[in-house]
C-alpha cells in the first residue's frame, strides 16, 4: 500500500520512524498549526526534527482522517488517523501518495491571464490582485448588463465551499456539480422515488453486517472508498455470500460465489427477474412490504412475465443462476444489502434502473435493519455563522427550465450540469454568460466534449481555479493556482458513518509558490463582488472554531486529534431510529403514482441496448484503485504504480483481431472520434461484446505534462450520449470503439 515508503524515507527504519512518530504526536499537532510562517505562503525556514498534523484526504471525496507526518520542513509521510472512521488508520494507495500532489512539478504557480486564443495554454502571470480585480470587474459587468443568474458555477468537492459561497452572495443560483447527473444522481433519485430517501454520501450501507451481498456493477475494491472496502473485507472475512453481476469479472467478482457477467446494458431485465422469482416463490419480506410499502399487487403484477428465462435471452445469463441467486438472497434477508453502486450514468434509463435497485431491496425489508441499510444521524452546525441568507434570484435555475407546463426533467432535485451547459448554448431559459470552474475538469467529467467546447466558446468569461493545468484550465481567461489539501484549511467535514464526527482539514505545509486556499479566493473575490458581509471572519480557522465551539466541541482538541465524535445514536429500527419514507404515500412506493402522473413507467420496464454497429464493441469504464478520474493522472508517485490505462478486450477477440497483449491500438469510435494510443489488455475477465478502459487519462492539456496523452480519454469517446427523462442524468455507456493497429 505504501506505494512511497522507500523512496522518501531511506534514512529511517521504519520501526524507529513509527515510534518517532508516536512520541511525538500529541504536543508536536499543536505546534504545527501555530508555526509561525507556515500559514502564510513561504516554506518555514530552517524547520527541524520530527512533527505530525492531523487532517483530513482530498485525494478522493471520500476524505479520509489523516497523520501526516513532516520531517526537517519537508513533508514526509501520509498515514490513516486510527481514530477516524473513513479511514480506520489506514489509506488507500492514492491517499498514501497525496504527496505527490504537493511535489507536481507541473502545478500552477501564480494566477494567469489569458494571452491568446481560447484552448491555445497561452497565458502571462500575473499578481493576485491583478487577477481578482480583472475577474472580479469582468464578472460584475456582466451580472450589471445580464443579471448574476447568467455567472453558472461548476465544482466538485468541499474544496470550493468558499468560492460557492461568494456566487451564492453575489445572486446565482445555478451551482452545479458532475456528481449528480454524472455520477449517482439516478441512483438517488430512483432510492427517493422509492423509499423517500437515499443512500447519501458515504452510503449508509451496512455491509460489515450483511450476511449476503449484491454488486450489481458496484465494483468495490476497484472502486475505492477506503471505509467501505475495509468493510466489505470485514464482510468477506465473516464468510459472507457474495453474488456480483459485471461484464467484467472484477476484483470483487474474483471473491464471488456467483460472477453474472451480465450484458452490459441489460441489468433492468435481471433485477426484474430477481424480483419475480422473489415474488412468485413467496420469498420476499411480506411483512416488511404489508406494513410499509404501498401498491404491491399493481407491482406483482407489472414484473409477473418477467421471468428468469425471459431475462436470460436478454442479459446472456442461465436461468437456472437467476433463480439460484434470487434464492440466496431471500435466505439471509434482512441481512441482504444489494448495494445501490454509485455512478449509475450509464444507458440513460438510469433512475429506473436505480429504483429497481431500490425495490429489490425493499424486497429483503432491510431498510433501517442490521445487515441493510443503517439509518444515520448527522451532526449539524451552522455552516456560515452570521451571514445573512442567499438574495433569492427572480429567474430561478437554467438547467432544469419548464416546458409545456413540467420541468424538463421533473424528478432532477439537484442542479444538472448538462442542463447549464445547454443554456449556455441556446440561450434558453436565459443565456449563461460565465462560467467559473473549481475543482472539476469539465472536459473529462461531463460527456459531449464538442457540446462543452461549443458552449465554452459561446461564453463571454470563463475562470478556473485548479491545483494543476487541467484540460479546462487551457481554455481559461483567468487561471487561479488553489494550493492543495495538505496546504490549506477547508471546512468541515460533518459526514456520518455509524459514528457521527467532525473532521478537521488544516495546513500540514505551506504551499511552495503563490498558491492560495479556496476559503481566502472565496473571500477575497467577494470582497470585490461587494458582498464582503457574508465573509465575517478575518480567515477560516476563526470561521471554524466558532463553528466547533458553537456546536459544544472544544477547537484545541479538534486540532490535535483531526476528528471530534458525537453522541451514539440508535442505527436500526429495533433500537429505537427513527425511519420514516417520505414519499407522497409515506409509505414504500412500490408503484409509483407519482411517476405515472407524470407520464413515466410506474413499475420499472427494460429497453433492451442499442446493438452495436458489426465490428464495433460497446465501451463501459470505472476506476483503478490508484487513480482519481482526470485529478490524479499527473501524479508523480500515482504514475509510478499506474502510468496509464489499457483497454480490456476479450482474450478470443483479440486474437481474432490479431492484437497481442500489450500491443498500441487506437480506438475508433462509432462517430469516427479516434483515440490517442493505448496498450491492450488481453483477457478472459470480460465478455466478448465489450471493452473496459479506467476513465480519466488521455489529457490533452500539454501543460501538464505528467499526464499529457498517458492511455486514451473514455471521454473523448462519449460523443453519444442519452439523457435520463426523469432527473437528466447524462449516459456514459451508450458508445462503441473498434479497434485500429498503430
Ligand atoms: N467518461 C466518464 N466520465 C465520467 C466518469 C466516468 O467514469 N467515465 N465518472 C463520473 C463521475 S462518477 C464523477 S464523480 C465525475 C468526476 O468529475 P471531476 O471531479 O470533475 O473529475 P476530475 O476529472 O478528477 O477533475 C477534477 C479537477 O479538479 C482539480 N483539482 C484537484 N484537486 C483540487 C483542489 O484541491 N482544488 C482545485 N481548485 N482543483 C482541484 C483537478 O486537477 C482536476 O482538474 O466524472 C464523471 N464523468
Ligand atoms: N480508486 C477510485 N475509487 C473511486 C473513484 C475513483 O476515481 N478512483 N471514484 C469514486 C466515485 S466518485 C464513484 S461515483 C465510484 C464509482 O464506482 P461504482 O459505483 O462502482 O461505479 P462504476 O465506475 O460505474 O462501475 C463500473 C463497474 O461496472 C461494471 N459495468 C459496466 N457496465 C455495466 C452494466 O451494464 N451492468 C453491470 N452490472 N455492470 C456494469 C464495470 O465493468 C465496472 O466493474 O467510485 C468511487 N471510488
Ligand atoms: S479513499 Fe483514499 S483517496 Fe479517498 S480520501 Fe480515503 S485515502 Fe484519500
Ligand atoms: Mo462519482
Redesign the pocket.
Same mark, same amino acid.
Given at each position: 500500500m505504501s506505494v512511497h515508503t522507500s523512496s522518501t524515507a531511506p534514512a529511517l527504519s521504519r520501526r524507529r520512524f513509527l515510534k518517532i512518530s508516536a512520541s511525538t504526536f500529541g504536543a508536536a499537532a499543536v505546534t504545527a498549526c501555530d508555526a509561525p510562517g507556515l500559514l502564510g505562503t513561504k516554506r518555514a525556514a530552517g524547520e527541524t526534527g520530527i512533527r505530525t498534523v492531523a487532517t483530513t484526504c482530498d485525494v478522493?471525496?471520500w476524505k479520509c482522517g489523516v497523520i501526516a507526518t513532516v520531517r526537517d520542513g519537508k513533508l514526509w509521510k501520509l498515514e490513516g488517523n486510527p481514530i477516524d472512521p473513513l479511514s480506520r488508520g489506514r489509506l488507500?494507495p492514492?491517499g498514501t501518495a497525496g504527496i505527490g500532489m504537493v511535489e507536481d512539478p507541473h502545478r500552477l504557480r501564480t494566477p494567469l491571464i489569458r494571452t491568446g486564443e481560447r484552448g491555445a495554454e497561452q497565458w502571462k502571470s500575473v499578481t493576485w490582485d491583478e487577477a481578482l480585480d480583472f475577474a472580479a470587474g469582468r464578472l460584475k459587468k456582466l451580472a450589471e448588463t445580464h443579471g448574476p443568474e447568467t455567472i453558472a458555477f461548476f465544482k466538485h468537492g468541499i474544496g470550493a465551499y468558499y468560492v460557492e459561497h461568494a456566487f451564492k452572495a453575489f445572486g446565482t443560483p445555478n451551482v452545479a456539480a458532475p456528481?449528480f447527473a454524472q455520477?449517482?444522481g439516478p441512483r438517488d433519485v430512483g432510492f427517493n422515488l422509492t423509499f423517500g430517501t437515499n443512500p447519501g454520501t458515504p452510503e449508509n450501507t451496512d455491509i460489515a453486517n450483511a450476511k449476503t451481498m449484491v454488486l450489481?456493477?458496484?465494483?468495490?475494491g476497484?472502486?475505492?472508498?477506503n471505509s467501505q472496502v475495509q468493510e466489505f473485507g470485514d464482510f468477506l472475512r465473516a464468510g459472507g455470500t457474495l453474488i456480483v453481476?459485471?461484464?467484467?469479472f472484477?476484483a470483487a467478482a474474483s471473491k464471488a460465489q456467483h460472477w453474472l457477467p451480465?450484458k452490459? =446494458?441489460?441489468?433492468i431485465a435481471l433485477l426484474l427477474a430477481w424480483m419475480n422469482v422473489l415474488v412468485r416463490e413467496g420469498l420476499y419480506d411480506r411483512e416488511y412490504a404489508t406494513k410499509y410499502g404501498t401498491g404491491f399487487d399493481k407491482f406483482a403484477q407489472a414484473i409477473a412475465d418477467k421471468t428468469p428465462e425471459w431475462a436470460a435471452a436478454e442479459t446472456g445469463l442461465d436461468a437456472e443462476q437467476i433463480r439460484t441467486t434470487a434464492r440466496l438472497m431471500a435466505l439471509t434477508r434482512p441481512a441482504t444489502l444489494i448495494h445501490p =453502486? *454509485? *455512478?449509475?450514468t450509464?444507458?440513460g434509463d438510469d433512475a429506473q434502473r436505480g429504483r429497481a435497485v431500490a425495490l429489490l431491496n425493499a424486497l429483503m425489508g432491510n431498510w433501517g435493519r442490521k445487515g441493510g441499510f443503517y439509518i444515520p444521524h448527522y451532526i449539524g452546525l451552522e455552516d456560515f455563522p452570521g451571514t445573512p441568507p442567499y438574495p433569492k434570484s427572480a429567474r430561478g435555475k437554467a438547467d432544469n427550465p419548464m416546458i409545456d407546463g413540467k420541468k424538463r426533467w421533473p424528478f432532477a432535485d439537484q442542479t444538472v450540469t448538462t442542463g447549464l451547459r445547454e443554456a449556455t448554448i441556446t440561450g434558453q431559459p436565459y443565456p449563461i454568460k460565465a462560467w467559473v470552474v473549481d475543482a472539476t475538469n469539465l472536459l473529462q467529467a461531463i460527456p459531449g466534449q464538442k457540446r462543452t467546447l461549443e458552449a465554452i466558446n459561446a461564453l463571454d468569461f470563463l475562470m478556473v481555479i485548479d491545483t494543476v493545468p487541467s484540460e479546462i484550465a487551457g481554455y481559461a481567461d483567468v487561471v487561479l493556482p488553489e494550493s492543495v489539501y495538505l496546504e490549506r484549511h477547508d471546512t468541515l467535514n460533518d459526514d456520518c458513518l455509524k459514528m457521527a464526527f467532525l473532521a478537521l482539514r488544516q495546513p500540514v505545509v505551506a504551499p511552495p509558490h503563490d498558491q492560495k486556499p479556496g476559503w481566502w479566493i472565496g473571500k477575497e473575490l467577494g470582497k470585490r463582488l461587494g458582498v464582503e458581509k457574508y465573509f465575517p471572519w478575518k480567515d477560516l480557522e476563526e470561521c471554524l472554531r466558532v463553528r466547533i465551539t458553537q456546536g459544544g466541541f472544544d477547537w484545541n482538541e479538534l486540532k490535535v486529534k483531526g476528528i471530534a465524535q458525537g453522541k451514539p445514536f440508535p442505527m436500526y429500527e429495533a433500537d429505537g431510529a427513527a425511519v420514516s419514507y417520505d414519499t407522497p404515500s409515506g409509505k414504500v412506493e412500490f408503484f409509483s403514482q407519482q411517476l405515472a402522473d407524470k407520464g413515466f413507467d410506474p413499475v420499472p420496464k427494460y429497453t433492451p441496448p442499442d446493438p452495436a454497429p458489426p465490428g464495433f464493441y460497446k465501451l463501459?469504464? =470505472?476506476?483503478?484503485?490508484?487513480?482519481?478520474?482526470s485529478r490524479t493522472v499527473g501524479n508523480p508517485r500515482l504514475q509510478q504504480v499506474m502510468a496509464e490505462n489499457e483497454i480490456w478486450l476479450n482474450a478470443a477477440e483479440a486474437k481474432k483481431l490479431g492484437l497481442a497483449n500489450g500491443q498500441r491500438v487506437k480506438l475508433r469510435n462509432q462517430d469516427g472520434v479516434v483515440s490517442d494510443p493505448v496498450k491492450v489488455l488481453a483477457t478472459e475477465r470480460i465478455r466478448a461484446d465489450c471493452v473496459?478502459m479506467v476513465h =480519466?487519462f488521455g489529457s490533452q492539456s500539454k501543460a501538464w505534462k505528467g499526464a499529457y496523452k498517458r492511455g486514451a480519454s473514455t471521454a473523448q469517446l462519449t460523443t453519444r450520449v442519452k439523457i435520463d427523462p426523469l432527473m437528466g442524468g447524462t449516459s456514459i455507456?451508450t458508445n462503441f470503439v473498434s479497434f485500429e493497429k498503430v
Amino acid at each position: 500500500m505504501s506505494v512511497h515508503t522507500s523512496s522518501t524515507a531511506p534514512a529511517l527504519s521504519r520501526r524507529r520512524f513509527l515510534k518517532i512518530s508516536a512520541s511525538t504526536f500529541g504536543a508536536a499537532a499543536v505546534t504545527a498549526c501555530d508555526a509561525p510562517g507556515l500559514l502564510g505562503t513561504k516554506r518555514a525556514a530552517g524547520e527541524t526534527g520530527i512533527r505530525t498534523v492531523a487532517t483530513t484526504c482530498d485525494v478522493c471525496f471520500w476524505k479520509c482522517g489523516v497523520i501526516a507526518t513532516v520531517r526537517d520542513g519537508k513533508l514526509w509521510k501520509l498515514e490513516g488517523n486510527p481514530i477516524d472512521p473513513l479511514s480506520r488508520g489506514r489509506l488507500c494507495p492514492r491517499g498514501t501518495a497525496g504527496i505527490g500532489m504537493v511535489e507536481d512539478p507541473h502545478r500552477l504557480r501564480t494566477p494567469l491571464i489569458r494571452t491568446g486564443e481560447r484552448g491555445a495554454e497561452q497565458w502571462k502571470s500575473v499578481t493576485w490582485d491583478e487577477a481578482l480585480d480583472f475577474a472580479a470587474g469582468r464578472l460584475k459587468k456582466l451580472a450589471e448588463t445580464h443579471g448574476p443568474e447568467t455567472i453558472a458555477f461548476f465544482k466538485h468537492g468541499i474544496g470550493a465551499y468558499y468560492v460557492e459561497h461568494a456566487f451564492k452572495a453575489f445572486g446565482t443560483p445555478n451551482v452545479a456539480a458532475p456528481s449528480f447527473a454524472q455520477c449517482r444522481g439516478p441512483r438517488d433519485v430512483g432510492f427517493n422515488l422509492t423509499f423517500g430517501t437515499n443512500p447519501g454520501t458515504p452510503e449508509n450501507t451496512d455491509i460489515a453486517n450483511a450476511k449476503t451481498m449484491v454488486l450489481i456493477g458496484a465494483h468495490l475494491g476497484e472502486n475505492m472508498h477506503n471505509s467501505q472496502v475495509q468493510e466489505f473485507g470485514d464482510f468477506l472475512r465473516a464468510g459472507g455470500t457474495l453474488i456480483v453481476a459485471d461484464p467484467r469479472f472484477s476484483a470483487a467478482a474474483s471473491k464471488a460465489q456467483h460472477w453474472l457477467p451480465v450484458k452490459a =446494458g441489460t441489468d433492468i431485465a435481471l433485477l426484474l427477474a430477481w424480483m419475480n422469482v422473489l415474488v412468485r416463490e413467496g420469498l420476499y419480506d411480506r411483512e416488511y412490504a404489508t406494513k410499509y410499502g404501498t401498491g404491491f399487487d399493481k407491482f406483482a403484477q407489472a414484473i409477473a412475465d418477467k421471468t428468469p428465462e425471459w431475462a436470460a435471452a436478454e442479459t446472456g445469463l442461465d436461468a437456472e443462476q437467476i433463480r439460484t441467486t434470487a434464492r440466496l438472497m431471500a435466505l439471509t434477508r434482512p441481512a441482504t444489502l444489494i448495494h445501490p =453502486g *454509485r *455512478r449509475t450514468t450509464w444507458n440513460g434509463d438510469d433512475a429506473q434502473r436505480g429504483r429497481a435497485v431500490a425495490l429489490l431491496n425493499a424486497l429483503m425489508g432491510n431498510w433501517g435493519r442490521k445487515g441493510g441499510f443503517y439509518i444515520p444521524h448527522y451532526i449539524g452546525l451552522e455552516d456560515f455563522p452570521g451571514t445573512p441568507p442567499y438574495p433569492k434570484s427572480a429567474r430561478g435555475k437554467a438547467d432544469n427550465p419548464m416546458i409545456d407546463g413540467k420541468k424538463r426533467w421533473p424528478f432532477a432535485d439537484q442542479t444538472v450540469t448538462t442542463g447549464l451547459r445547454e443554456a449556455t448554448i441556446t440561450g434558453q431559459p436565459y443565456p449563461i454568460k460565465a462560467w467559473v470552474v473549481d475543482a472539476t475538469n469539465l472536459l473529462q467529467a461531463i460527456p459531449g466534449q464538442k457540446r462543452t467546447l461549443e458552449a465554452i466558446n459561446a461564453l463571454d468569461f470563463l475562470m478556473v481555479i485548479d491545483t494543476v493545468p487541467s484540460e479546462i484550465a487551457g481554455y481559461a481567461d483567468v487561471v487561479l493556482p488553489e494550493s492543495v489539501y495538505l496546504e490549506r484549511h477547508d471546512t468541515l467535514n460533518d459526514d456520518c458513518l455509524k459514528m457521527a464526527f467532525l473532521a478537521l482539514r488544516q495546513p500540514v505545509v505551506a504551499p511552495p509558490h503563490d498558491q492560495k486556499p479556496g476559503w481566502w479566493i472565496g473571500k477575497e473575490l467577494g470582497k470585490r463582488l461587494g458582498v464582503e458581509k457574508y465573509f465575517p471572519w478575518k480567515d477560516l480557522e476563526e470561521c471554524l472554531r466558532v463553528r466547533i465551539t458553537q456546536g459544544g466541541f472544544d477547537w484545541n482538541e479538534l486540532k490535535v486529534k483531526g476528528i471530534a465524535q458525537g453522541k451514539p445514536f440508535p442505527m436500526y429500527e429495533a433500537d429505537g431510529a427513527a425511519v420514516s419514507y417520505d414519499t407522497p404515500s409515506g409509505k414504500v412506493e412500490f408503484f409509483s403514482q407519482q411517476l405515472a402522473d407524470k407520464g413515466f413507467d410506474p413499475v420499472p420496464k427494460y429497453t433492451p441496448p442499442d446493438p452495436a454497429p458489426p465490428g464495433f464493441y460497446k465501451l463501459i469504464s =470505472g476506476r483503478a484503485p490508484m487513480h482519481t478520474f482526470s485529478r490524479t493522472v499527473g501524479n508523480p508517485r500515482l504514475q509510478q504504480v499506474m502510468a496509464e490505462n489499457e483497454i480490456w478486450l476479450n482474450a478470443a477477440e483479440a486474437k481474432k483481431l490479431g492484437l497481442a497483449n500489450g500491443q498500441r491500438v487506437k480506438l475508433r469510435n462509432q462517430d469516427g472520434v479516434v483515440s490517442d494510443p493505448v496498450k491492450v489488455l488481453a483477457t478472459e475477465r470480460i465478455r466478448a461484446d465489450c471493452v473496459y478502459m479506467v476513465h =480519466g487519462f488521455g489529457s490533452q492539456s500539454k501543460a501538464w505534462k505528467g499526464a499529457y496523452k498517458r492511455g486514451a480519454s473514455t471521454a473523448q469517446l462519449t460523443t453519444r450520449v442519452k439523457i435520463d427523462p426523469l432527473m437528466g442524468g447524462t449516459s456514459i455507456h451508450t458508445n462503441f470503439v473498434s479497434f485500429e493497429k498503430v
